[in-house]
């Protein structure tokens, strides 16, 4: 999906259900992803998912998760929780000025990726960052946001070993090039934490 390989796409959620993924499961890796890639390669995977469970036959009713009586404030909150859980403390990028639209959109992102997505039941923490592992490396990211959410990963679970899998597995999709320096930062961060891969 973070690649727009339709056909491709749609052999992999054929795949995860021929896997044992739920079809719950398989709607929520596109949620999981939607501020990593983006609205309009979500709702193009989420057709491309429609149509293989028709084509299957599974009749799939989405069960609403979402608290429509949450107030931004509330879900700001669950949001500050839920990052610090997944990634632990927020120093990320830190600016000056409270007022500026950088924070807006911080805030913004801490209410409904971390807040209002994070949260939502069918998938566990060690999923979730494995997701957004992959998207981020085959997208090409490498700054201090990739680094933080390695560390995450292993923060939740994610062993060394799997992290290190997980990019040599995407070698065949975003490239050598991608996935080689995802590791090189992974092997970085191994390094401060006096683990070995």
């Given at each position: ?129 494995i997701c957004a592992l992959s998207a981020m490396t085959v997208m090409g990211q490498y700054d201090r946001q990739i680094r933080r959410r390695i560390e995450g990963a292993l923060k939740v679970g994610v062993t060394p070993q799997q992290i290190m899998e997980i990019f040599i597995h995407l070698i065949l999709y975003g490239g050598y090039i991608n996935s080689r320096t995802a590791m090189r ?13």
């Amino acid at each position: 999906m973070a690649l727009g390989q339709l056909p491709l796409l749609r052999r992999h959620i054929e795949r995860s259900l021929n896997l044992g993924m739920t079809p719950e499961q398989v709607v929520e890796v596109f949620i999981q992803l939607t501020f990593y890639v983006g609205v309009p390669s979500v709702e193009t995977a989420m057709r491309t998912t429609n149509a293989v469970f028709e084509a299957r036959g599974i009749h799939f009713v989405p069960k609403p998760t979402y608290d429509t009586s949450k107030t931004p404030d509330e879900l700001f909150e669950m949001g500050k929780k839920s990052y610090e859980e997944h990634i632990g403390e927020s120093v990320l990028y830190p600016v000056d000025d409270p007022d500026s639209v950088e924070m807006e959109v911080e805030r913004l992102i801490d209410e409904y990726h971390w807040g209002a997505i994070y949260t939502r039941p069918n998938l566990d923490p060690v999923s979730r960052a494995i997701c957004a592992l992959s998207a981020m490396t085959v997208m090409g990211q490498y700054d201090r946001q990739i680094r933080r959410r390695i560390e995450g990963a292993l923060k939740v679970g994610v062993t060394p070993q799997q992290i290190m899998e997980i990019f040599i597995h995407l070698i065949l999709y975003g490239g050598y090039i991608n996935s080689r320096t995802a590791m090189r930062v992974a092997r970085s961060v191994f390094t401060e934490q006096g683990l070995s891969a």
